[in-house]
């Protein structure tokens, strides 16, 4: 039913749905596209819809519309924030890169508008090691998540030199290496997929490290039918959904991001009716957080 609506105000509005796989399953099912943070930034970049309505956290709306000034675009619950966002702090990389000389400051897409702004690149969870390790810089400030800026640089071979803030999701970071042991004693069968917002001695331990995108595409692509996945579980959905033959365990109780779950099929609705306020973004701040998601984009072409 809720789908029917959408169909017809979606048309009336010239709008896309964009949804990411943490958001509630029925959220999901109402979407043109479900996908990680990278891919919906490409979809959003390219789309001819004249309205954007982007199931997400506020950072993936906002980088919808940095990236299409000319767009409507809708987050349809403006107070859903992802924590780790606001972790690093605007000021401080900006003295990184007045005192540390050949330095890039990397930032996760993860982040708001001002950070994005001084930044030399944006980089998500599936382009973070390619681009970095590409940039010319000898000396990387990555911000803000330590946990997928520690898994780049023991990944990277260009041997650079990292500086960390300490950022880091709340729902990944508290995973441990103990919960690992026991989700493998109860299906032992099972192949462990991981997010590498995960701290590094819960990423040692898997067959797959990569963003959500890629954690269900190892899982449709195996030859195995069991899988512990250590990622929020709204990505449980579109596992079931592609695999249905196959199983999925969450790593850990309460691998929930709730600001995710605060978007609803109700408040999708409202949005392709255009009521609630679009994303602005002052065109200052907008203009210089668009010259690094594009590096971003030339990058992880
Ligand atoms: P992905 O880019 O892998 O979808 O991750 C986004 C995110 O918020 C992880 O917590
Ligand atoms: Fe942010 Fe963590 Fe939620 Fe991802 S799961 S949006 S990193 S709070």
Avoid: W
Avoid at 51 to 69: D, N, R, T
Avoid at 213 to 224: C, D, G, H, N, V
Avoid at 269 to 295: I, N, S, Y
């Amino acid at each position: 039913m809720q789908s029917i609506q959408a169909e017809k105000l979606k048309k009336e509005a010239d709008a896309l749905i964009l949804a990411h796989y943490y958001v509630p399953g029925e959220v999901q099912d109402m979407a043109d596209y479900v996908g990680d943070s990278y891919a919906l930034a490409v979809k959003a970049a390219h789309s001819d819809k004249k309205v954007i309505v982007f199931c997400g956290v506020s950072f993936m709306g906002e980088s919808a519309k940095i990236l299409s000034p000319d767009k409507t675009v809708y987050l349809p619950e403006r107070n859903a924030h992802c924590a780790m966002a606001e972790m690093a702090d605007v000021r401080e990389a900006e003295r990184m890169k007045r005192e540390i000389p050949d330095l890039a400051v990397v930032t996760y897409i993860n982040s708001g508008a001002a950070l994005k702004a001084v930044s030399d690149v944006i980089v998500t969870s599936s382009n973070a090691l390619k681009i970095v390790s590409a940039l010319p810089q000898k000396n990387v400030y990555f911000i803000p998540d330590r946990n997928l800026g520690r898994y780049v640089a023991e990944h990277d071979a260009s041997g650079k030199k990292f500086y960390f803030c300490e950022g880091h999701c709340p729902i990944h970071a508290r995973t441990t290496k103990e919960d690992v042991l026991a989700a493998k004693e109860t299906h032992p069968e099972a192949l462990f997929l991981v997010h590498p917002e995960c701290p590094a001695e819960v990423c040692a331990l898997a067959d797959c490290v990569g963003s959500t995108a890629e954690i269900i595409a190892f899982a449709r692509r195996s030859q195995k039918k069991q899988f512990i996945i250590g990622t929020e579980e709204g990505v449980l959905h579109a596992l079931k959904k592609s695999c249905p033959d196959k199983q999925f365990y969450p790593l850990r109780e309460g691998m929930i991001c709730e600001d995710m779950k605060k978007i609803t099929p109700e408040k999708v609705l409202a949005a392709l009716r255009g009521e609630v306020a679009p994303v602005e973004v002052d065109e200052r701040t907008r203009e210089g957080a668009e010259r690094a998601l594009k590096k971003m984009l030339e990058l992880a072409k």
